[in-house]
């Protein structure tokens, strides 16, 4: 979805390193969100949950020109964080401390300047594995590389290579399983020429008309070689399906949520707006559950969205949660959703994002320890530009927090950020958890340097208590 704006990455202007930038000791206190929808306790027993800031961290100085699109993973000890973005081709930094200082960047092995799309993700035995988008003598494909001593060192590189030249491809998303295996969903499409764009001067790519398929592959050797192209949209070779995040339960199922447009014409591949979709596999990914839509049908994706669209996460008990928005009527409003089944069925939608506004809102959700999730957004719903914000959601009693502004300064608006953020449990999420969480969040901004205002990412290591 985003391809485009690869070439307009590169273009930014080269400056020098900027220092880290920190916010330390702030304490912040999440009241009760009085637009947040109805939840299943009256705000007035709600115990407000609160987040201490206790660094902000520019992860990406030393990489010039623009950087954007992060991604983030973290190993089940919480002492490692891993950061993976758009910049110094793929550029990735590693935290040893849970998230409080990070080593200088590192361009990832196989990826060069036209890469895009990063994604990352950390096996239970420690491997961790960034993949990415690249695209070579007419073939466009993921390229998965693995580090085995905790993001020191890349040796191993693995190309997802079609078995169509010509093709179209995008936005992977990748996952570990319980027992190793490596499974990647991306968007692919037979025909790139059937692709068609709709841009953003100040954001990223949607699509106007394509042969658009979510699809799967999959890995049991650890990422040395990958099985053949499986769809996972239903209606392959144009199913209106993209941007996939998946997640792998501890039994082995996989859980993927995607965006599902709808073509009306099989021959120019146009297109409705689209939904939310969650669909599931018991036999690694070999097939699917029929897709389940979530949110109702009034709530559509705008053709124009040029943000990935879409998050999928887990709680220490198997509770699912969703994210996402949608435009309706000139708002631009983020949702969430969760699922006490397996994503057999979906509760009522919560409202994540309390403007009213036709803001960009880039959403995206993790669990905690059982009941539990935490939502982050990068939102332009200040005048003054791009900020983080964050709160905290519990199945039992509905938001115990209201959003929180994690950033300390806005980013420019007129600057892309890249469609992602990042956010994980680095520790406390337990199901039988006493000790407090703590939680890694991290995104992309310009924050100055005019005229020529230069992208960055920053992180921050955040305290819940």
């Known amino acids: 979805m985003r391809s485009q704006r690869t070439t307009d990455l590169r273009s ?6 900027r220092k880290a930038e920190r916010l330390v000791g702030v304490s912040i206190l999440a009241l009760t969100a009085a ?3 109805p939840t299943q306790a009256p705000a007035s027993t709600l ?11 520019d992860i990406s100085r030393g990489c010039k020109g623009q950087n954007a699109e992060v ?7 919480g002492q490692f964080v891993y950061e993976l ?20 960047p590192i361009t990832v092995p196989g990826s060069v300047a036209s890469s895009w799309d990063p994604a990352i993700a950390v096996a239970p035995n420690g491997t961790v594995y960034a993949s990415f988008m690249n695209a070579r003598h007419g073939y466009t494909f993921p390229v998965v590389a693995a580090s085995f001593d905790h993001g020191a060192t890349f040796p191993q590189i693995s190309s997802l290579v079609p078995p169509i030249r010509q093709n179209w491809g995008d936005r992977d998303f990748i996952a570990v399983g319980p027992k190793g295996a490596v499974y990647v969903t991306w968007d692919y499409g037979p025909s790139a020429a059937a692709v068609t764009y709709i841009c953003n001067p100040a954001g990223s790519c949607a699509f106007a008309t394509g042969d658009l398929n979510v699809v799967i592959q999959k890995s049991t050797d650890g990422g040395k070689t990958w099985g053949p192209i499986i769809p996972v949209s239903p209606g392959f070779p144009a199913s209106g399906g993209d941007s996939a995040p998946l997640l792998v339960e501890p039994d082995g199922r996989i859980d993927v949520e995607y965006q599902g ?19 599931s596999s018991a036999d690694g990914g070999t097939t699917w ?3 389940l839509q979530v949110g109702p049908d009034r709530l559509t994706m705008s053709k124009a969205e040029w943000w990935i669209d879409g998050d999928l996460g887990m709680d220490a008990a198997g509770n699912l949660y969703i994210t996402w928005d949608t435009q309706h009527q000139g708002r631009d409003v983020g949702w969430l959703a969760y699922s006490t089944d397996h994503g057999k069925s979906w509760s009522t939608l919560q409202r994540v994002t309390p403007d009213t506004d036709n803001a960009t809102h880039i959403v995206q959700v993790v669990g905690g320890r059982a009941g539990t999730a935490y939502v982050a957004w990068l939102a332009d719903s200040s005048p003054r530009g791009y900020a983080l914000y964050l709160r905290a959601f519990s199945i039992g009693r509905g938001w115990t927090s209201a959003p929180v502004q994690i950033s300390n300064r806005f980013g420019d608006a007129s600057v892309w950020p890249g469609d992602t953020i990042g956010i994980s449990v680095l520790s406390g999420a337990a199901a039988d958890a006493t000790d407090d969480p703590s939680l890694a969040v991290s995104w992309g ?9 230069r992208s960055a990412i920053f992180e921050a290591a955040v305290s819940v208590y």
């Open 12 to 17: 930014g202007i080269v400056t020098g390193r």
């Open 35 to 37: 637009l947040a929808v």
């Open 47 to 57: 115990s407000p949950t609160r987040f201490t800031v206790s660094r902000i961290n």
């Open 71 to 77: 991604e983030q993973a973290a190993d089940r000890s």
């Open 85 to 104: 973005w758009m910049g110094c081709g793929i550029g990735f930094a590693r935290s040893v401390d849970g998230g409080h200082h990070f080593s200088s």
């Open 261 to 279: 447009y709808h073509i009306t014409n099989d021959t120019t591949y146009t297109m409705t707006p689209a939904h939310s979709y969650f669909t």
């Open 289 to 291: 559950s029929k897709p």
């Open 445 to 453: 901004s310009a924050l100055g340097n005019q005229p020529h205002p």
